[in-house]
């Protein structure tokens, strides 16, 4: 990057599936209450804001214009993006790059309780004349990629089993997530079918939460934080809109974003310069599927991986020390919030048992969900650059 911006501030409410005793705008302030103590600046001393909103998914039109006093935002300009909270990230990095602020605060959360008939508004993302008359199921759509991108990597169905148990075993120890459990890969083998071969815990439980971080230019990182993480490279990409002319085997989407992201921090091997990831697994093989996109492995190689152990905390590349999506909670446009706090609180060495060894260059990852092929990559360092 031209210009280094770095993560001074991170605050979140932390995650769980229903929050019935708070409102989500009760939801922003508390995490922008402890991101903004946790960087040392006040509403009045940040230059702008950015929303993370998707109307469908609060339930208001126009949701995002709840978010200005929430944030502290009073008479400041707050932009608005209608995608995951990294493309927002992205969004708050050219906002400081350009030179039009010197401290952006960024903002996402997630009320996945209040949403009574989730696939139907999921739903809407589809072809309106094409596909949306068939009434798919947003799991059913999972499972079809999953069925191709099996058989196309030739990859172990038990690897996946093995996805969903790593995370929801790593999500016990990790305070923020809601959905930590002990499961054997024979319980995902034999729970009921979805959308075979995709089984009910193949798939990522929903969860509520919020999460802020502030961002601030060079010359005020270091005298804002201790301990700022830099954000060495974004990037984001849209594949084809529609179902029938997708790669439903691979994560295009992600290759390109990593390939952008990777550019800018000078990213010329992964596997052997990327300490661990945090990556949208949603559904468990797209755990897999984003490994392979990301480079740190060759395409039909993440299921090995998972299956020796290399993927663990403690293995050669840990993925999902957090527990994922699987064992946090399906964020939809927060995930991405979710992996970057994930990976700003590992690379400052804060997660406790959870924590990964000797890290220095995290890698952030997010997909905005079925049926979109939109997604984002970061890559994070604690040590000003790479």
């Known amino acids: 990057m031209l210009k280094k911006v770095a993560i001074v501030g991170v605050g979140t409410t932390g995650f769980r599936a229903t929050t019935p005793d708070v409102s989500y705008r009760e939801l922003t302030h508390e995490a922008a209450v402890k991101a903004y103590s946790d960087g040392g600046v006040e509403p009045k001393d940040i230059d702008g804001f950015v929303a993370t909103s998707e109307d469908f998914f609060e339930g208001y039109s126009i949701a995002d214009e709840y978010s200005n006093d929430q944030l502290g935002a009073i008479h400041k ?151 700022p993480i830099w954000i060495c490279g974004i990037g984001w990409c849209s594949d084809t809109p529609t179902l029938e002319s997708r790669d439903w085997g691979s994560a295009v989407y992600t290759r390109l974003a990593a390939e952008m992201a990777y ?54 590349l840990p993925v999902n020390p957090s527990g994922g999506c699987l064992g946090v909670g399906h964020l939809y446009e927060a995930n991405g919030a979710h992996k970057v706090l994930e990976v700003v609180l590992q690379l400052r060495g804060e997660k406790g048992k959870n924590q990964v060894k000797d890290t220095h260059i995290g890698v952030a990852q997010t997909w905005r969900g079925v049926p979109t092929t939109t997604g984002a990559v970061a890559v994070m360092s604690n040590e000003g650059g790479h």
């Open 263 to 316: 550019k800018q921090a000078g990213i010329r091997s992964p596997r052997s310069e990327i300490d661990f990831v945090e990556i949208n697994d949603e559904y468990s093989y797209k755990e897999l599927q984003h490994l392979e996109a990301l480079k740190l492995c060759k395409p039909g190689e993440a299921g090995y991986l998972t299956e020796s152990g290399a993927t663990e905390i403690n293995g050669e």
């Open 77 to 227: 300009p707050v932009s608005t993006i209608a995608g995951d909270f990294m493309q927002s990230l992205a969004q708050g990095c050219m906002m400081i790059q350009s030179g039009f602020s010197r401290i952006v605060a960024v903002q996402a959360l997630s009320k996945a309780s209040n949403m009574l008939t989730q696939a139907e508004l999921v739903n809407f993302a589809l072809d309106p004349v094409y596909n949306r008359p068939l009434d798919l199921h947003p799991d059913f759509i999972a499972g079809l990629e999953m069925n191709r991108y099996l058989y196309e990597t030739q990859t172990n169905r038990d690897a996946c089993a093995l996805v969903v148990v790593k995370n929801r075993r790593n999500a016990l120890t990790n305070p923020l997530a809601g959905h930590g459990a002990m499961v054997s890969v024979e319980d995902v083998l034999n729970a009921e079918v979805v959308s075979d071969p995709l089984r009910e815990l193949d798939v990522a439980p929903t969860s509520d939460g919020a999460v802020v971080v502030v961002l601030a230019s060079e010359d005020l990182a270091g005298s804002l934080s201790e301990s």
